[in-house]
């Protein structure tokens, strides 16, 4: 047999790490990537398809499709791979969302791109689990944090590079290669897995929890109808979102009472008991919150308020971007060197909450110079946090529960961003028509009778009069959404004065008595093949 360095150890982690860790680390980044670009690119190329497939009345489902699934996909995805292997589960997934992918690019009519839109999000699911958890198979906790930058960087990126991607690939190739680009990206991937990673096999002799699954898909598919449908297609007290506010509460109530009872639960509910994990996810969810609320209004405003361009809305958001990649990688390094953590979750909730605080505080007047400053800091607060939250969380479990730990995480951050969109999203809406009217009387409030977001182009075409109460009522209402924000964020500091800072695993010396991985003490062993 090759000599295979020990990951899990403590030994593959020490020091430099071979070629071939490295080598299934980029893979792994480039498969967080597919995950991350995919809406981006696609939001950019909306515009195009619409205006060739039609079905313009069914445009929120070919996003609404996705997500469902990924959210609804991702506990699931966690519990095979503890179940059944990493490795397998994971390539699963890519082969997957590589088939939605070509799917999509193929469909015909609104119709078929939304059914494959779902299949795709069903293999997304796994991709940022599989990610997260391989990470905690192969590198022990300590040394974990090295890899925070490259993790935050491929965010960056995606934020930055998916609408530019997006836009480019549209006008050059068409909408179609929106989707093609995945194939080769993924194809890489799957050959760099497939031939340099070797996990230990498992096979469970217990059955899948069918039924917890149908459960939680239930419950998490009606709390995503309504944090989409509320205030948008439906009224928040009409009888169709009160339906789903029961289906869903119902479901997820049954799912926490059959999770007691099952041979095998999707979520084991004992991961919970863990101080550190339940406040980790709480954090996580408030992180969600906090930066898709962020990302989705900031460049309305920029571009509404202060004049920016649509087409480099991307890179409206790299003063909060470049912050927090930064941070991240110095609380990585900071966490590696020295074994302590606690510092960050508590900064990094002090500084989102100073810094959405601040974002409330931009008006008409405000500069591009001076939203970037408050940008900054709100990028430095999330920095602190982003990865530190899944780092702790995995820390706080046994091996064997890493999978569900790890989607615990990612559904609550993906969560989180669902209702930050949505109630952000219809606190800024309400504030909006109500300052329109005001200020433009009836026209105003014909101007926003159907949304309270205009793109440039309708902007451009409005009254002078009109356009100047848009962007006061614009002003007006991230104010209030940005306040929100603020103080939910005080929450994520009340969290984090709460973590305990147990030592990392497979840190030596530093970690001797923290607890052990996996089942009996004993630490599961990763491996990954020596290249020549």
């Not at 602190?384 to 730990?405: F, H, P, R």
Request: charged share 10%; net charge neutral; glycine share 12%.
């Amino acid at each position: 047999m090759a000599e295979t360095p020990q990951a899990g150890t403590g030994e593959a982690g020490a020091g430099k790490q071979p070629r071939s860790v490295r080598v299934v680390l980029l893979a792994l980044m480039i498969a967080m990537m597919l995950a991350m670009l995919d809406n981006m690119i696609i939001g950019t190329a909306m515009p195009t398809i619409v205006g060739e497939l039609g079905g313009l009345e069914h445009l929120s489902w070919v996003v609404t499709a996705y997500t469902l699934a990924t959210a609804a996909s991702t506990p699931l995805w966690g519990k095979l791979g503890d179940m059944y292997g990493r490795k397998g589960s994971f390539m699963t997934s890519i082969v997957i969302f590589l088939v939605g992918s070509a799917l999509s690019g193929m469909a015909q009519d609104m119709g078929q791109l939304i059914g494959f839109r779902a299949v795709q999000g069903l293999g997304a699911g796994g991709l940022m689990v599989g990610v997260m958890a391989i990470i905690g198979d192969l590198i022990p906790p300590r040394e974990r944090g090295k890899y925070q930058g490259m993790m935050a960087g491929v965010m960056a990126l995606a934020m930055i590079g998916g609408p530019l991607v997006g836009g480019t690939i549209t006008d050059h190739w068409g909408w179609r290669w929106s989707f093609y680009i995945n194939l080769p990206l993924g194809a890489v991937a799957l050959v760099a897995i497939s031939a340099v990673l070797h996990l230990p096999k498992k096979r469970s002799q217990a059955r899948i929890d069918y039924l917890g699954a149908a459960l939680l898909t239930i419950g998490i598919t009606a709390i995503v109808l309504v944090t989409t449908w509320g205030g948008t297609e439906y009224a928040w007290t009409s009888a169709r979102i009160m339906e789903l506010i029961g289906i869903g509460v119902a479901a997820l109530v049954g799912f926490v009472f059959w999770q007691t009872r099952a041979a095998e639960p999707i979520v084991p509910l004992h991961i919970f008991r863990s101080r550190n994990f339940t406040l980790m996810s709480i954090i996580g969810f408030i992180v969600g919150f906090v930066m898709f609320g962020a990302t989705l209004f900031l460049p309305l405003y920029q571009q509404s308020v202060q004049g920016a361009s649509a087409t480099n809305s991307g890179l409206l958001l790299l003063p909060m971007l470049g912050a927090m990649l930064v941070t991240s990688m110095v609380a990585g390094r900071v966490t590696t060197n020295t074994g302590r953590y606690k510092i960050f979750p508590v900064l990094g909730g002090a500084l989102m909450t100073v810094g959405l605080f601040l974002l409330s505080l931009m008006d008409t007047d405000t500069t591009r110079f001076t939203s970037g400053l408050y940008m900054a800091v709100v990028g430095l607060g999330m920095g602190c946090l982003m990865q530190i939250t899944m780092l702790v969380a995995q820390n706080s479990v046994e091996m064997k529960d890493m999978g569900v730990a790890s989607s615990s995480t990612t559904l609550f951050r993906t969560l989180g961003s669902s209702f930050g969109v949505a109630i952000m999203g219809a606190l800024f809406n309400h504030r909006v028509q109500d300052v329109m009217a005001e200020r433009a009387g009836a026209l105003g409030s014909k101007v926003t009778e159907q949304s309270a977001q205009l793109d440039a182009a309708s902007l451009a075409k409005l009254p002078e009069a009109a356009r100047d109460a848009y962007q006061h009522a614009v002003s007006s209402g991230t104010h209030g959404a940005f306040l929100l924000g603020a103080v939910v964020a005080v929450l994520a500091l009340v969290a984090a004065v709460f973590v305990k800072e147990v030592p990392l695993k497979g840190a030596g010396p530093q970690a001797a008595d923290a607890p052990a991985d996996g089942e009996d003490g004993k630490t599961a062993k990763a491996q990954v093949t020596e290249t020549v």
